[in-house]
């Protein structure tokens, strides 16, 4: 199943890790203000460094529940925000 179809998404493809990181957040905060509770993070394979980046970030915002590689394509990261956001 590809969840970037299924779900909001942002191609960071090309991005350099500092672009990265404040797209990512932005995504992020974009995607929780419209009340979306799952969202897909594109960053491709390559050397893992754009995926390094996101899930820092994703590791340290505790609006997020969870985080998972999607196995049907590893360069994609499946988020799931927090039913409560305020926990």
């Known amino acids: ?30 995607n929780i ?7 897909c993070i594109i960053h491709g394979i390559g050397e893992g460094i754009l995926k390094d980046t996101v899930h820092e970030i994703l590791k340290h915002d505790k ?7 999607d196995f049907m394509n590893p360069g994609c990261t499946i988020v799931e925000v927090k039913e409560d956001i305020n926990e």
């Open 1 to 30: 199943m590809n969840y970037d179809k299924i779900y909001p998404s942002i191609d960071l493809h090309g991005e350099y890790s500092f672009s990265a990181e404040v797209l990512t957040k932005e995504f992020i905060n974009d």
């Open 33 to 39: 203000s419209l009340g979306k509770k799952k969202f």
């Open 63 to 69: 609006r997020i529940k969870s985080y998972k590689i």
